[in-house]
């Protein structure tokens, strides 16, 4: 009997605080297995081009950093006083002694997510420039307060394990804007953080602050805050890059570093000599990384994208996905973990049909490439705009992602052929205990999906996909409120970044 619209189910409210579930909550390893696009001879073929590019042509660190000096010492020839070749021998004991896994605490140090290749963590994210306004639904230039809002939402969202910079305060973005950002972010939510900025000197900051979180340096290093993102030219260290390397090696804060190549404009317009290209940027900085500290947690995370020749755009799915496909399997091979997976964002100028497609697409990709992160959830129209919509139909996808990596038993309870010779042809399950023991495995409880989808409004509210995000959209910034962050750590922050402020003259 179909309820009436007076009992329809409303869709189920997101946890309003960080999972209780145990800390492997986002592994995917084991019951099923990740996608191989191409064979693991390929592989090594892409490898070792990147190792020979490194060698041969070398990448360029910024004249006068310390990167280049450490390099140079390291026995790195330099040419032209700024292009770096690496002894392949070098890079080889990088990828040797580099970690291959962290664990990245929230803000109380008491739960904790692993980065590895075992586990896939939600991220929203990264840098947009324009937001959806709540009231008028048009885009207009983000600030801090929608970056505090996208913070508060992940915070009640179930399934976002971490939180990065969502958009942009683009009335402050100077350096003080960006140092700003980490505040919002650490103040909003009690998750793990993802940051980046352009300049060393925020990074130290930000150090400077993680550590009165943590109540030290020690402590911050034993249980890092955040995970730093850096974000190199391709084949391209300016100093700001390395130099944040360096800090963040140093103070032990784990690294995302990561380039953006265009494959058919600074770089191979195929999809592996794009693949080839961005790794060797990726193993330049871990080469760095690992010369400063043997077994620092330092990982190239470079994206591969491609022009579109009839246009100049980026972003064809199918080169896409087969692109993530690729450096995925790459850094399987090395046994390292691959960041920023594609899914949870769209190149839809709206939350409309055209984004749920897009996003479902991608979300579901990941159940294939089991990337490390997928930290651009919630990003529409090629990463200028914030949507929170979107954000929330990533956090469900999420969950029917979980679902299918958990797998399912294969023990004789699971085959039931014990139950089915007991039973005999003519009988039916319907009465039986093992029935009921069993009638929730990998059951997807979607929140906005009822379970016969899509024959959703059978369940849900007779209202279409994006009126039903909305919704809880719209409790969830009526209800949900973060845990605060202690005063007297306010008050620390708030000296550290007047300290700066009044003392930083670049």
Known sequence: MRPSSARARRPQPASPTAPSTPVDRGLHHGPTAPYEAISADKIDRIIEGAIRVLHESGVVFERGSEAL?????????????????????????????VSRSVRLWDRNGEQFITLDNRHTWFVPGMTCIKVFDLETGEPRDSNGEDLATIARVADALRNIDAVCI???????????????????????????LEYLCERAESLDVVIEMAAAIRGGRQELYDKPYFLQIITPLPLNYPQGASDQILSAVRAGVPISVG????????????????????????????????????????????????????????????????????????????????????????????????????????????FFTRP???????????????????????????????????????????????????????????????????????????????????????????????????????????????????????????????????????
Not at 77 to 88: A, G, L, N, T
Not at 168 to 192: C, Q, Y
Not at 319 to 341: A, K
């Open 372 to 506: 490390a992160t997928l930290d651009y959830l919630g990003s529409l129209d090629q990463g200028l705009t914030y949507s929170l919509h979107a954000l929330l139909l990533s956090d469900d996808l999420a969950d029917f992602l979980r679902t299918l990596w958990a797998g399912i038993p294969l023990d004789d309870d699971a085959l039931a052929v014990d139950l089915a010779i007991e039973l005999g042809p003519r009988r039916d399950y319907l009465t039986q205990k093992h029935t009921v023991s069993h009638c929730r495995q990998n059951l997807w409880n979607s929140r906005y999906f009822a379970a016969n989808t899509p024959l959703s409004n059978n369940l849900l509210p007779d209202l279409d996909l994006g009126q039903r995000i909305d919704a809880e959209l719209r409790r969830i910034l009526a209800e949900h409120h973060p845990a605060p962050l202690d005063p007297a750590v306010v008050g620390q922050m708030r000296q550290i970044r007047e300290r700066f402020a009044a003392t930083f003259t670049g």
């Open 69 to 97: 000096a450490l390099l140079r010492a390291a026995g790195c020839q330099v040419i032209d006083e700024c292009i770096v070749r690496f002894e392949p021998a070098m890079v080889r004991r990088a990828l040797q002694t």
């Open 259 to 366: 380039t953006l190549p265009i494959g058919g404009a600074s770089s191979p317009i195929t999809t592996a000599g794009c693949m080839v290209q961005s790794l060797t940027t990726d193993l330049a900085g871990m080469v760095l990384a690992q010369l400063v500290r043997p077994g620092a947690f330092c990982i190239g995370s470079s994206d591969v994208n491609f022009m579109e020749p009839a246009t100049g755009a980026i972003g064809n799915w199918a080169q896409t996905s087969l692109g993530d496909m690729l450096r995925t399997q790459v850094r399987r091979r090395l046994d390292l973990p691959s960041f920023t997976g594609i899914g949870g964002q769209s190149n839809a100028r709206r939350f409309n049909q055209d984004a749920v497609q897009e996003i479902t697409n991608g979300m579901l990709q990941a």
């Open 166 to 192: 969502g958009c942009k305060n683009v009335a402050r973005s100077d350096i003080h804007g960006e140092i700003e950002e980490f505040a919002i972010l650490a103040t909003n939510t009690t998750k793990p």
